[in-house]
């Protein structure tokens, strides 16, 4: 498949005007479809935004071409998964064959906040297929003109189905980190996305998928894999240094931050973090010929669809400059 490189919309960044504007310039740039998760807080409160995901996307549509992704959005806590395959359908029948959703299991940071008992990882991650089970049929039935139902271990859904389709689902990703659930996703949907992975891992979170996809007579290579990347670029490698210490210690935090509550919870522990512990986990570099070999590394991999997330504000000076100097020196 031919490597996309797409813009990452942080919506815990910026205002959906801003995100807009700047993924608006993303397009003009070289950058070829925007991804953007459901948050409804930020990790930090300096982060300061928590736009409704599926709001943006869809004013986005009107103001872009390419594709338009969640990346990701957990149908498990907040969400029923009967509402997020209405959002899905909707958002891809406005867009036909632009859309693709993907799927998480749940951060403690958004879902926790309707009061819900927060479970362990395992169980988390069962919702989340259960929820795929869910969708899919609800896609697979309203195509066809007739309801369904689900009785689960997690969810009811009572007869129904979604009266407003796009002439072709959207395709469903799943997100992980982990080797067992990137196996489960490659027997289930139809792409896997992941981050924040070192190069080792990432190699076997695909190769997990493609096992996967076999046991079910597919061929991953042919499924969507994406990769949302963060990397923090600037004028300077100590402005960039700056820009991960201030907006992005979560790349820094060797700990997984799925149980975590609270903005101002992280802000405690992101004080620890020093400029060492981004070694191996993400690029801080003035220099766009660094970045581009790490891009090019992932996409060596196998990751057809990597999706960029500058750390620092100065997201206009890092569209132009990766527009010019290093998507055009990417190999598919």
């Known amino acids: 498949m031919t490597l996309q490189v797409g813009y990452a919309a942080m919506l815990e960044q910026f205002a959906p005007l801003e995100v807009l504007e700047l993924a608006e310039t993303a397009e003009r740039a070289g950058f070829r479809g925007v991804m953007a998760a459901d948050h409804f807080q930020p990790w930090l409160p300096q982060q300061g935004q928590a736009g409704f995901v599926w709001n943006v996307l869809s004013a986005l549509g009107q103001r872009i071409d390419a594709d338009l992704g969640t990346g990701v959005t957990a149908p498990t806590f907040r969400w029923h998964p009967a509402m997020v395959a209405q959002a899905s359908a909707t958002l891809a029948a406005l867009y036909p064959g632009r859309h693709w959703l993907g799927l998480g299991s749940g951060e403690a940071i958004n879902d926790h906040i309707v009061g819900q008992y927060w479970p ?28 369904t139902k689900h009785e689960g271990r997690y969810f009811k859904l009572e007869a129904t189905r979604l009266w407003t389709m796009p002439p072709t689902a959207p395709p469903i990703l799943v997100a992980t980190g982990g080797p067992i659930t990137a196996k489960r996703a490659g027997r289930a949907v139809d792409g896997l996305i992941t981050e924040s992975v070192t190069h080792d891992r990432a190699a076997q979170l695909l190769a997990r998928f493609a096992e996967g996809a076999r046991e079910v007579g597919r061929d991953a290579a042919s499924m969507p894999q994406v990769l949302r990347l963060h990397l923090s670029w600037a004028a300077t490698d100590e402005e960039a240094m700056a820009n991960a210490l201030r907006e992005w210690p979560n790349a820094g935090l060797r700990f997984p931050k799925s149980d975590i509550r609270s903005p101002h919870e992280l802000e405690q522990m992101a004080r620890m973090v020093r400029p060492d512990d981004f070694a191996g986990r993400m690029t801080v570099s003035a220099d766009p010929d660094v970045h581009r070999a790490e891009i090019q590394r992932y996409a060596d991999l196998g990751f057809d669809r990597i999706y960029l997330h500058n750390v620092g504000r100065n997201q206009r000076e890092w569209i132009d400059v990766f527009g010019r100097l290093v998507l055009p020196a990417l190999r598919g």
């Not at 991650?125 to 899919?136: G, L, N, P, T």
């Open 120 to 147: 362990e990882a395992p169980e988390r991650i069962d919702r989340m297929f259960e929820a795929v089970d869910i969708i899919k049929k609800l896609f697979a039935a309203s195509l066809a003109g007739r309801d």
